[in-house]
Protein backbone atom coordinates (compact mmCIF):
# COMPACT_ATOMS: atom_id res chain seq x y z
CA UNK A 1 0.00 0.00 0.00
CA UNK A 2 1.45 3.33 -0.92
CA UNK A 3 1.89 5.84 1.56
CA UNK A 4 1.82 9.53 1.75
CA UNK A 5 5.40 9.28 2.57
CA UNK A 6 6.54 7.18 -0.55
CA UNK A 7 4.67 9.65 -3.00
CA UNK A 8 6.26 12.54 -0.81
CA UNK A 9 9.90 10.63 -1.64
CA UNK A 10 9.30 10.50 -5.28
CA UNK A 11 7.77 13.34 -6.43
CA UNK A 12 10.78 15.38 -6.32
CA UNK A 13 12.78 12.65 -8.28
CA UNK A 14 10.38 13.03 -10.66
CA UNK A 15 10.74 16.54 -10.76
CA UNK A 16 14.76 16.15 -10.79
CA UNK A 17 13.89 13.74 -13.62
CA UNK A 18 11.48 16.10 -15.83
CA UNK A 19 13.99 19.06 -14.80
CA UNK A 20 16.87 16.62 -16.00
CA UNK A 21 14.91 16.00 -19.57
CA UNK A 22 14.38 20.34 -19.90
CA UNK A 23 17.86 21.14 -19.84
CA UNK A 24 18.04 20.75 -23.73
CA UNK A 25 16.75 24.40 -25.15
CA UNK A 26 15.47 24.43 -28.64
CA UNK A 27 19.13 26.39 -29.88
CA UNK A 28 20.85 23.22 -28.37
CA UNK A 29 18.47 20.61 -30.02
CA UNK A 30 18.79 22.27 -33.49
CA UNK A 31 23.02 22.19 -32.46
CA UNK A 32 22.53 18.85 -31.17
CA UNK A 33 20.42 17.53 -34.54
CA UNK A 34 23.09 19.20 -36.86
CA UNK A 35 25.75 17.56 -34.88
CA UNK A 36 24.28 14.30 -35.32
CA UNK A 37 23.45 14.82 -39.28
CA UNK A 38 27.19 16.16 -39.93
CA UNK A 39 28.42 12.73 -38.08
CA UNK A 40 25.99 10.35 -39.83
CA UNK A 41 27.33 12.10 -43.56
CA UNK A 42 31.36 12.06 -42.46
CA UNK A 43 31.11 8.84 -40.62
CA UNK A 44 27.89 6.60 -40.05
CA UNK A 45 26.76 6.47 -43.68
CA UNK A 46 30.31 5.79 -45.39
CA UNK A 47 30.71 2.65 -42.67
CA UNK A 48 27.48 1.31 -43.53
CA UNK A 49 28.24 1.55 -47.18
CA UNK A 50 31.33 -0.27 -46.79
CA UNK A 51 29.93 -2.95 -44.38
CA UNK A 52 27.32 -3.33 -47.05
CA UNK A 53 29.50 -3.68 -49.88
CA UNK A 54 31.51 -6.77 -47.81
CA UNK A 55 28.40 -8.04 -46.97
CA UNK A 56 27.13 -8.48 -50.82
CA UNK A 57 29.28 -11.48 -51.12
CA UNK A 58 27.77 -13.09 -48.88
CA UNK A 59 29.00 -15.22 -46.15
CA UNK A 60 31.26 -17.61 -47.83
CA UNK A 61 32.50 -14.31 -50.38
CA UNK A 62 33.80 -13.07 -46.60
CA UNK A 63 35.53 -16.23 -45.53
CA UNK A 64 36.70 -16.70 -49.10
CA UNK A 65 39.05 -13.35 -48.71
CA UNK A 66 39.64 -13.67 -45.01
CA UNK A 67 40.91 -17.30 -45.36
CA UNK A 68 43.40 -16.09 -48.53
CA UNK A 69 46.99 -16.56 -47.31
CA UNK A 70 47.73 -13.46 -48.78
CA UNK A 71 44.84 -11.69 -46.59
CA UNK A 72 45.33 -13.22 -43.29
CA UNK A 73 49.09 -12.44 -43.18
CA UNK A 74 48.61 -8.98 -43.74
CA UNK A 75 45.68 -8.95 -41.54
CA UNK A 76 47.80 -10.64 -38.81
CA UNK A 77 51.21 -8.26 -39.28
CA UNK A 78 49.36 -5.11 -38.92
CA UNK A 79 47.69 -6.08 -35.95
CA UNK A 80 50.02 -7.55 -34.32
CA UNK A 81 52.79 -4.80 -35.06
CA UNK A 82 50.37 -2.36 -34.20
CA UNK A 83 49.52 -3.80 -30.63
CA UNK A 84 53.34 -4.17 -30.33
CA UNK A 85 53.94 -0.91 -31.19
CA UNK A 86 51.05 0.46 -28.94
CA UNK A 87 52.34 -1.28 -25.78
CA UNK A 88 55.62 0.73 -26.60
CA UNK A 89 54.13 4.06 -26.49
CA UNK A 90 51.82 3.41 -23.50
CA UNK A 91 55.38 2.41 -21.74
CA UNK A 92 57.76 5.24 -23.82
CA UNK A 93 54.51 7.90 -24.15
CA UNK A 94 53.94 7.89 -20.37
CA UNK A 95 57.38 8.37 -20.11
CA UNK A 96 58.15 11.03 -22.13
CA UNK A 97 55.18 13.10 -20.74
CA UNK A 98 56.49 12.70 -17.06
CA UNK A 99 59.58 14.03 -17.89
CA UNK A 100 58.53 16.62 -19.74
CA UNK A 101 55.78 17.56 -16.98
CA UNK A 102 57.79 16.81 -14.09
CA UNK A 103 61.32 18.20 -14.78
CA UNK A 104 62.73 21.38 -16.41
CA UNK A 105 65.92 20.76 -18.37
CA UNK A 106 68.09 22.40 -21.38
CA UNK A 107 66.33 22.00 -24.93
CA UNK A 108 63.02 20.88 -23.51
CA UNK A 109 61.56 23.14 -25.65
CA UNK A 110 62.98 21.31 -28.48
CA UNK A 111 61.84 17.65 -27.79
CA UNK A 112 58.21 19.68 -27.48
CA UNK A 113 58.53 20.08 -31.36
CA UNK A 114 59.99 17.31 -31.89
CA UNK A 115 57.14 15.08 -30.64
CA UNK A 116 54.74 16.71 -32.54
CA UNK A 117 56.67 16.38 -36.08
CA UNK A 118 54.77 13.28 -36.95
CA UNK A 119 51.57 15.27 -36.62
CA UNK A 120 52.67 17.81 -39.44
CA UNK A 121 55.07 15.89 -41.59
CA UNK A 122 53.04 14.09 -44.41
CA UNK A 123 53.08 10.23 -44.15
CA UNK A 124 55.14 9.73 -47.19
CA UNK A 125 57.20 12.46 -46.47
CA UNK A 126 58.02 10.66 -43.19
CA UNK A 127 58.46 7.18 -45.57
CA UNK A 128 61.57 9.14 -47.50
CA UNK A 129 62.52 10.09 -44.03
CA UNK A 130 62.55 6.66 -42.19
CA UNK A 131 63.85 5.18 -45.75
CA UNK A 132 66.89 7.49 -46.17
CA UNK A 133 68.14 6.88 -42.49
CA UNK A 134 67.38 3.29 -42.39
CA UNK A 135 67.13 1.51 -45.91
CA UNK A 136 70.48 0.58 -48.08
CA UNK A 137 72.09 3.78 -47.68
CA UNK A 138 71.86 4.16 -44.04
CA UNK A 139 74.07 6.60 -42.78
CA UNK A 140 73.64 4.43 -39.00
CA UNK A 141 74.27 1.77 -41.01
CA UNK A 142 70.93 0.33 -39.69
CA UNK A 143 69.12 -1.77 -42.72
CA UNK A 144 65.46 -2.68 -42.10
CA UNK A 145 64.13 -2.17 -45.63
CA UNK A 146 61.48 -4.85 -46.86
CA UNK A 147 61.75 -6.70 -43.54
CA UNK A 148 59.10 -6.79 -40.13
CA UNK A 149 60.97 -4.33 -38.50
CA UNK A 150 60.50 -1.18 -41.09
CA UNK A 151 56.64 -2.06 -40.59
CA UNK A 152 57.48 -1.58 -36.44
CA UNK A 153 59.30 1.54 -36.91
CA UNK A 154 56.84 3.03 -39.19
CA UNK A 155 54.25 2.82 -36.79
CA UNK A 156 56.08 3.74 -34.01
CA UNK A 157 57.11 6.94 -35.71
CA UNK A 158 53.85 8.16 -37.07
CA UNK A 159 52.16 6.91 -33.18
CA UNK A 160 54.95 8.65 -30.61
CA UNK A 161 52.61 12.00 -30.11
CA UNK A 162 49.55 10.34 -29.58
CA UNK A 163 50.15 8.63 -25.65
CA UNK A 164 52.14 11.93 -25.00
CA UNK A 165 49.91 14.64 -25.76
CA UNK A 166 47.16 12.28 -24.11
CA UNK A 167 48.99 12.16 -21.12
CA UNK A 168 50.78 15.03 -20.52
CA UNK A 169 47.86 17.73 -19.87
CA UNK A 170 46.16 15.26 -16.99
CA UNK A 171 49.74 15.43 -15.70
CA UNK A 172 49.86 18.75 -15.34
CA UNK A 173 46.79 19.51 -13.63
CA UNK A 174 47.81 16.35 -10.93
CA UNK A 175 48.85 18.32 -7.43
CA UNK A 176 52.45 16.83 -6.76
CA UNK A 177 51.31 17.66 -3.29
CA UNK A 178 49.05 14.53 -3.68
CA UNK A 179 52.20 12.13 -3.82
CA UNK A 180 54.21 13.74 -1.52
CA UNK A 181 51.37 12.85 1.20
CA UNK A 182 51.30 9.39 -0.08
CA UNK A 183 55.15 8.82 0.11
CA UNK A 184 54.47 11.02 4.02
CA UNK A 185 51.85 8.24 4.84
CA UNK A 186 54.40 5.39 4.10
CA UNK A 187 53.60 4.35 0.69
CA UNK A 188 56.14 3.36 -1.69
CA UNK A 189 57.17 4.36 -5.11
CA UNK A 190 55.22 1.78 -6.92
CA UNK A 191 52.54 1.86 -4.17
CA UNK A 192 51.87 5.70 -5.57
CA UNK A 193 51.93 5.26 -8.54
CA UNK A 194 49.86 1.85 -8.84
CA UNK A 195 47.19 3.58 -6.19
CA UNK A 196 47.21 7.50 -6.37
CA UNK A 197 48.44 8.39 -10.23
CA UNK A 198 47.80 5.39 -12.51
CA UNK A 199 44.20 5.49 -11.62
CA UNK A 200 44.11 9.14 -12.54
CA UNK A 201 46.04 8.71 -15.56
CA UNK A 202 44.33 5.52 -16.80
CA UNK A 203 41.59 7.44 -18.69
CA UNK A 204 44.46 9.64 -21.08
CA UNK A 205 46.27 6.25 -21.30
CA UNK A 206 43.57 4.21 -22.85
CA UNK A 207 42.41 7.10 -24.93
CA UNK A 208 46.05 7.66 -26.17
CA UNK A 209 46.55 3.91 -26.53
CA UNK A 210 43.33 3.82 -28.60
CA UNK A 211 44.58 6.08 -30.88
CA UNK A 212 48.08 4.88 -31.74
CA UNK A 213 46.50 1.58 -32.05
CA UNK A 214 43.92 2.68 -34.40
CA UNK A 215 46.34 5.14 -36.67
CA UNK A 216 48.80 2.28 -37.29
CA UNK A 217 46.21 -0.29 -38.36
CA UNK A 218 45.24 2.42 -41.17
CA UNK A 219 48.68 3.84 -41.79
CA UNK A 220 50.01 3.59 -45.41
CA UNK A 221 52.36 6.12 -46.61
CA UNK A 222 55.02 6.13 -43.49
CA UNK A 223 55.60 2.81 -44.31
CA UNK A 224 54.96 1.83 -47.97
CA UNK A 225 58.24 2.69 -49.17
CA UNK A 226 60.55 1.27 -46.28
CA UNK A 227 58.22 -1.83 -45.86
CA UNK A 228 58.92 -3.04 -49.38
CA UNK A 229 55.59 -4.30 -49.52
CA UNK A 230 56.18 -8.22 -50.06
CA UNK A 231 53.29 -10.62 -49.83
CA UNK A 232 53.31 -12.82 -47.01
CA UNK A 233 56.26 -11.07 -45.74
CA UNK A 234 55.87 -7.27 -45.04
CA UNK A 235 52.40 -6.38 -46.61
CA UNK A 236 49.92 -4.93 -44.49
CA UNK A 237 46.53 -4.43 -44.59
CA UNK A 238 46.35 -0.68 -46.49
CA UNK A 239 48.72 -2.08 -49.16
CA UNK A 240 46.04 -5.06 -49.75
CA UNK A 241 43.15 -3.10 -49.73
CA UNK A 242 44.51 -0.62 -52.14
CA UNK A 243 45.35 -3.69 -54.21
CA UNK A 244 42.03 -5.22 -54.56
CA UNK A 245 40.72 -1.34 -55.58
CA UNK A 246 43.15 -1.56 -58.09
CA UNK A 247 41.93 -5.12 -59.75
CA UNK A 248 38.34 -3.85 -59.33
CA UNK A 249 37.78 -6.00 -56.28
CA UNK A 250 35.53 -3.57 -54.09
CA UNK A 251 34.01 -6.00 -52.48
CA UNK A 252 37.10 -7.89 -50.98
CA UNK A 253 38.59 -4.43 -50.21
CA UNK A 254 35.27 -3.86 -47.69
CA UNK A 255 35.72 -7.09 -46.38
CA UNK A 256 39.32 -6.46 -45.34
CA UNK A 257 38.14 -2.96 -44.30
CA UNK A 258 35.65 -3.91 -42.24
CA UNK A 259 37.32 -6.40 -40.42
CA UNK A 260 39.55 -3.64 -39.48
CA UNK A 261 36.82 -1.63 -38.48
CA UNK A 262 35.63 -4.67 -35.88
CA UNK A 263 39.00 -5.19 -34.48
CA UNK A 264 39.48 -1.37 -33.65
CA UNK A 265 36.19 -1.34 -32.26
CA UNK A 266 36.86 -4.20 -29.98
CA UNK A 267 40.31 -2.86 -28.82
CA UNK A 268 38.80 0.65 -28.11
CA UNK A 269 35.81 -1.56 -26.04
CA UNK A 270 38.63 -3.45 -24.56
CA UNK A 271 40.88 -0.20 -23.56
CA UNK A 272 37.70 1.55 -22.15
CA UNK A 273 36.64 -1.32 -19.71
CA UNK A 274 40.69 -1.42 -18.34
CA UNK A 275 40.55 1.82 -17.43
CA UNK A 276 37.21 2.00 -16.31
CA UNK A 277 38.78 -0.91 -13.55
CA UNK A 278 42.25 0.67 -12.76
CA UNK A 279 40.25 3.86 -12.08
CA UNK A 280 37.88 1.92 -9.55
CA UNK A 281 40.38 -0.01 -7.82
CA UNK A 282 42.56 3.32 -7.62
Known amino acids: MT ?7 RTPLRGRRAAARSTLTRGTGVTLGLSVLWLSVLVLVPLGA ?3 AAASGGVA ?7 NPQTLAAITLTVGQAALVTVLNVVVGTAIAWVLVRDRFVGKRAIEVIID ?17 YGPRSPVGVDVANTRAAVFLAFAFVT ?3 VVRAVQPVLEQLDPDVERAARSL ?30 AVSEY ?9 LALRTEVTSVRILTYIENGQLSEAAVVATVLLAIALVVLVALDLLQRRVARRG
Open 117 to 133: VPFALPTIVAGLVLLGL
Open 3 to 9: TLADSAA
Open 50 to 52: VVA
Open 221 to 229: GALVLISGN
Open 186 to 215: GASGVQTWARVLLPALAPAIAAGAAMSFAR
Open 61 to 67: GAWSVLT
Open 160 to 162: LPF
